[in-house]
C-alpha cells in the first residue's frame, strides 16, 4: 500500500521562506509530485523529483531522498499569493500512471 | 492549446440517482486519470484509462466506473448515489512520453448529492 505524510496546515509570513514536509511509504516509487490548488481551482503542477537532491525552480524548490522516504518543498520571499494548498503525490513504480496525493497542507501568508 | 475540460461543473442529484462526467484531455494526451477530492480525504484516485483501457484502479466500490472513448475523451459515471458521494470530480490527462509525465487537471465537476 501507499501512505503519505504531510502536515495539515501551515502559517508564514509574507517575505519569508517556509518548508512543506512529506514522507512516504509505498510498495514502490517513480518519482515524486508537488502540486499547487488555490482555493475553488484544479490544482497545478510546481515540482518533480525522482532522483535523490534539490530541484530549484524559481522561488520554489523541492528536495527528495528516496532512501528517507522524504521530500520537502521551499518556498522563499512568500507572496500573499502563495496562500494556498500545497499536495504532495507520489507515483507508483509498477503502475506508472497511477499517481497518489496526500491530503495536502494548507498554508495561509499573513501580511 | 485547450486545456482539460470538464462537464457539468456543477450538478445536484438525490440519493439513489445515478450521474455521468465527462472529461476531455489535451489534445494528444491518451492518459486520463479521475480522482475525487473531499474536505476530509483530499485527492483520492479513483480510476486510470489509457486507449480505451483502465490500467489502474483506486479503493472504491464499484458502483464508481468509468470509459475511453478512440478520441481519449473520456466519462465516470456514479450509480445509487449516497450522501458521501459529494465532492469534487477531478479529471486529469497526461502524456508520458514526454517530460515528467505530470498530470494537468480540468477545474472538476462539483457534486452535491441530497
Known amino acids: 500500500g501507499q501512505n503519505i505524510d504531510q502536515p495539515t496546515e501551515m502559517t508564514a509570513t509574507e517575505g519569508a521562506i517556509v518548508q512543506i514536509n512529506c514522507t512516504y511509504q509505498?510498495?514502490?516509487?517513480?518519482?515524486l509530485f508537488w502540486y499547487q490548488q488555490h482555493a475553488g481551482e484544479a490544482p497545478t503542477f510546481l515540482s518533480y523529483?525522482?532522483?535523490?537532491g534539490l530541484e530549484e525552480k524559481g522561488r520554489f524548490s523541492s528536495f527528495l531522498s528516496r532512501s528517507k522516504g522524504y521530500s520537502y518543498l521551499l518556498l522563499k520571499e512568500l507572496q500573499m499569493k502563495d496562500s494556498a494548498s500545497y499536495l504532495c503525490?507520489?507515483?507508483?513504480?509498477?503502475?506508472?500512471?497511477?499517481?497518489?496525493f496526500g491530503s495536502g497542507t494548507r498554508l495561509s501568508i499573513r501580511p | 492549446k485547450a486545456g482539460v475540460t470538464q462537464t457539468p461543473r456543477y450538478l445536484i442529484k438525490t440519493r439513489g440517482q445515478q450521474v455521468t462526467l465527462s472529461c476531455s484531455p489535451i489534445?494528444?494526451?491518451?492518459?486520463v486519470s479521475w480522482y475525487q477530492q473531499t474536505p476530509g480525504q483530499g485527492l483520492q484516485f479513483l480510476f486510470e484509462?489509457?486507449?480505451?483501457?483502465?490500467?489502474n484502479k483506486g479503493n472504491f466500490p464499484g458502483r464508481f466506473s468509468g470509459r475511453q472513448f478512440s478520441n481519449s475523451r473520456s466519462e465516470m459515471n456514479v450509480s445509487t448515489l449516497e450522501l458521501g458521494d459529494s465532492a469534487l470530480y477531478l479529471c486529469?490527462?497526461?502524456?508520458?512520453?514526454?517530460?515528467?509525465?505530470?498530470?494537468?487537471f480540468g477545474e472538476g465537476s462539483r457534486l452535491t448529492v441530497l
Open positions: 484509462y489509457f486507449s480505451e483501457t483502465q490500467r
Open positions: 523529483n525522482v532522483l535523490d
Open positions: 489534445s494528444g494526451h491518451r492518459s
Open positions: 503525490a507520489v507515483r507508483d513504480l509498477g503502475s506508472a500512471s497511477k499517481i497518489i
Open positions: 486529469a490527462s497526461t502524456r508520458r512520453d514526454i517530460g515528467t509525465g505530470e498530470l494537468f
Open positions: 509505498t510498495s514502490g516509487f517513480n518519482g
